[in-house]
């Protein structure tokens, strides 16, 4: 039993959009690749987008706990690595085990960020997603061989790196939806005090589907197919992988280590972007299972 | 009391500053109790329709055996009686047998007599004085009251559940479980067991946090009072207004100790990118403990709903049904989304989903979101599928019957920017579709009966008109399955064919739900229905007529 590539969840045109959008031509059968785009994507110098960065660092570096999101990065990887295993089991035995339990250090960060006010402060920072907001992003993701290396060492191929920035770089619209909490004026049809911040809706949301695959894949187990099941551990992988982004900047911030305040802004802004498309493809694939999609009956 | 349609609902005007009772002849009621046993024996009794769904495992089904499919032909009108206010009509009688037997039915808004089912004669009537800032998203329903002991009960358009002696159609109390004037409001049937009144909570279109609660019967106390949605399947405040509400009269399992609810759209209904998650148990089932409210289990249909795909209609709770060589209990859950949930009573795993009661045409397919340009036409449309509209099940033919709507729509996400004091939707309906799908057939409603041990269809009913069907259906001892349809129609069909064996013409939609009763001092069997266009869309015109029809043994 395989884990679904990253290469089934990208199509050749979206990849030809990921280089479109960064302006990097390509010709023929030339494969688009995160590390195939970083020497040729140039760089701009943005002070804006820079400012933001180091607006959040001010705010936020001195309430970070840096154990224990180093503690959750091993735990990240962790539950990334075993993946594999979890998809290998197919539908779970119970409605709460496996993919509960590779959501808890992703709890164990949003406590945390929850708990320093991290997430409203984003808001109150970070602009809301905009084409120039997220080519900038995908701009400076691609040019930062740190983060490039850092999601290899926790089991990204190069295929499911790049499926990552297609994620981010070739989803304006749909981003564009996802409004920051104090962006939305008073007057719509719902109570806007009851909004959680942007980021927190992003990761939390994340999270919540993942935990929520035991229960759906257990209830729904005449309708699951292979298919469904390797989409169900990739898009998890994929909202792991935008989830561990965040904590590693975060980590950066509270160890004052190398990422610069373009880099935090980018990360923080992608990895956002990663969980938010990652969680709607989740439900597309996973949880709306249409009869075209549906394993056949055993009972008619 | 009229209803007037306003910008974002409806709200009630010319509502008097009290209740209104009129008594007449109250002496012909029998003063005879309605005990627990006799409740829970409703569903065997061919002389009794004690509660919403005929008994707690709502089949809606009759053992009164005196029509059948050799002499339909041969059903009468017995009377009509105007007992309505021009209003909604969405209600299922109750009767309690008796000398004679008296029933207890129900209109929009808030309207309730005590009626000799036997001659056709208001004994008493009662009518709600709702306030008039009251906010209805679907029209002023009532669907049905709940019956023990002394006392009737019925849910009030303010959120509330009203007593009344059912002898004298008096006030006994009067118990609020929500505050209306935050969104809640309610219309469904209560029911009763062991001394306790279930009720639940509307107001999915208007940002509350949905409910069960239970009331002590005598009293009208709060005996409990839980939230449908955990606080753990949440985040942050968005649970605060995500709406789960519970609309439908609950299914009480007796054996089990559960009552198993069906659970509408999250809220807001349109902007999904608010309320991250699957947005657990919206759209779906929930079961909970029937002494403490604690959820058992819950399953949902279209998690992170954002078409309105509500599952309303009351659950059926089907015992000793023989799937895949196992004997098991299932619960039916027929929602929005065109498909019948087989589930085991247990643990709320899925059996088999049935094959499409409607058409499924770009079902789901907009997400990711698309633009306004990009809009699509599907099917089913945000009135189902299966809407309330209660469905029955027949131990004779072992199937369950149900109404699933088959309308195209357009839905569509309208990207705004955002600007101080400009409105944000986030998004629109159009009825009918700008564009009408090619692969449409054409008919607006399927009745459908669906085998509850494979999921497959053993016939469907497909229906043409202008309006949506908006009542549900009946069966009998014999095979029989009653329908009222939107063309006024009322119609026996043969349950195990579909063939249509007799047909009664109305002037007026039919949007409730029929029941039925022996009288042995008549020798008769009686079948009630009421008549009148109603609901949030294409309910068709008005009407306000009980036609009771009768067979006699």
Not at chain 2, 446 to 456: K, R
Request: aromatic share 10%; charged share 25%; with cysteine.
């Amino acid at each position: 039993m395989t884990q679904t590539s990253a290469d089934e969840t990208t199509t050749v045109a979206q990849r030809r959009d990921l280089a479109n959008a960064l302006e990097v031509d390509v010709s023929g059968d030339e494969p688009v690749t995160w590390d195939g785009l970083a020497g040729r994507v140039e760089s701009t110098s943005d002070p804006a987008f820079a400012s933001i960065g180091e607006e959040i660092r001010a705010d936020l570096a001195g309430q970070l706990d840096a154990a224990l999101l180093e503690d959750v990065l091993d735990g990240l990887e962790r539950e990334l690595r075993r993946l594999p295993e979890v998809r290998a089991v197919g539908v779970p035995d119970e409605p709460g085990g496996n993919y509960v339990a590779v959501a808890e250090p992703g709890w164990r960060l949003y406590d945390h960020l929850l708990e320093i006010n991290f997430f409203e402060r984003l808001d109150e920072t970070m602009p809301r997603f905009t084409a120039e907001h997220v080519e900038r992003t995908t701009r400076e993701l691609v040019g930062t061989e740190s983060l490039s290396s850092a999601l290899e060492e926790i089991g990204f191929d190069e295929t499911e790196k790049t499926a990552l920035l297609v994620a981010v770089a070739t989803n304006n619209e749909r981003l564009a939806r996802w409004v920051p909490a104090n962006q939305i004026p008073d007057g719509v049809e719902f109570d806007t005090s009851k909004v959680p911040p942007l980021h927190q809706r992003a990761m939390g949301g994340a999270l919540l589907w993942i935990r929520g695959l035991d229960r759906h894949l257990w209830q729904y187990e005449p309708l699951v197919t292979e298919a469904i099941l390797d989409d169900a551990a990739w898009y998890t992988k994929a909202m792991l992988g935008g989830i561990y982004v965040t904590a590693l900047a975060a980590h950066d911030l509270a160890t004052a280590e190398s990422f610069s305040d373009e880099t935090v802004t980018a990360a923080f802004t992608g990895s956002a972007a990663i969980q938010i498309v990652s969680q709607e493809d989740l439900m597309r694939d996973v949880f709306y299972i249409t009869d075209e999609m549906r394993a056949p009956s055993k009972l008619r | 009391m009229e209803l007037t349609e306003v910008e974002d609902g409806y709200r009630l005007t010319n509502v008097p500053d009290d209740p209104v009772l009129e008594q007449h002849d109250t002496d012909r009621i029998p003063e005879v109790d309605v005990d627990q046993e006799m409740l829970s024996e409703s569903g065997e009794d061919p002389e009794s329709w004690l509660m919403y769904g005929g008994g707690y495992e709502q089949h809606r089904h009759t053992t009164a055996d005196v029509i059948t499919p050799d002499n339909v032909d041969d059903l009468e009108l017995e009377y009509e009686l105007s007992v309505g206010t021009g209003s909604s009509m969405e209600g299922t009688p109750v009767v309690v047998p008796g000398d004679p037997p008296i029933m207890y039915q129900t209109n929009g808004p808030n309207h309730v007599n005590a009626i000799d089912a036997r001659e056709g004669e208001v004994l008493w009537s009662y009518a709600y004085a709702p306030p008039i800032d009251v906010l209805l998203c679907c029209d002023d329903n009532n669907r049905g009251v709940a019956v023990y002991g002394d006392k009737i009960y019925m849910t009030t358009l303010d959120s509330g559940v009203v007593a009344l002696d059912r002898y004298t159609g008096e006030e006994e109390w009067h118990t609020f479980t929500g505050d209306h004037e935050v969104g809640y409001s309610a219309t469904w049937a209560p029911v009763v067991y062991d001394g306790t009144v279930y009720t639940g909570s509307a107001g999915g279109e208007y940002g509350v946090l949905g409910f069960l609660a239970a009331l002590d019967a005598e009293s009208g106390d709060e005996v409990w009072h839980e939230d449908t949605l955990p606080e753990d399947e949440w985040i942050g405040a968005s649970r605060d207004s995500g709406c789960g509400t519970s609309w439908m009269t609950p299914t009480i399992d007796e054996e089990r100790g559960v009552l198993y609810t069906p659970i509408g759209n999250p809220g807001p209904d349109f902007d999904g990118t608010v309320r991250p998650g699957p947005n657990f148990p919206t759209c779906g089932t929930l079961t909970m403990d029937l002494e403490s409210g604690e959820i058992q289990w819950g399953f949902q249909e279209s998690p992170h709903d954002v078409w309105d795909y509500d599952s309303a209609a009351p659950r059926v709770l089907v015992r000793d049904v023989e799937i895949d060589g196992e004997e098991t209990d299932v619960v039916l859950g027929s929602g929005k989304t065109g498909w019948v949930y087989i589930l085991d009573a247990d643990d709320g795993r899925l059996y088999e989903r049935s094959e499409g009661c409607s058409q499924h045409i770009n079902m789901w397919r907009m997400i990711p979101h698309i633009s306004e340009e990009e809009r699509i036409p599907f099917v089913p449309g945000a009135p189902g599928g299966n809407d309330w509209q209660p469905p029955s099940y027949s131990p004779e033919t072992e199937l369950a019957y149900f109404v699933h709507q088959n309308f195209p729509q357009d839905l569509y996400w309208r990207f705004e920017e955002y600007e101080p004091g400009d409105p944000y939707w986030g998004g629109g309906l159009d009825d009918p579709a700008d564009e009408i799908p090619d692969e449409w057939n054409g008919y607006i409603t399927h009745f459908v009966a669906v085998d509850p041990t494979t999921g497959e269809i053993a016939w469907m009913d497909q229906i043409e008109s202008e309006h949506y069907m908006w009542g549900g259906s009946m069966t009998t001892a014999t095979g029989l399955v009653f329908n009222g349809d939107q063309n006024g129609n009322f119609v026996a069909y043969d349950g195990e064919t579909g063939d249509r064996l007799w047909e009664y013409e109305f002037d007026v939609p039919i949007s409730a739900s029929p029941m039925s009763w022996y009288d042995p001092d008549e020798e008769a069997q009686y079948v009630a229905v009421q008549v009148g266009g109603s609901g949030w869309l294409r309910q068709g015109p008005r009407g306000d007529t009980l036609a009771v029809f009768s067979m006699e043994g």
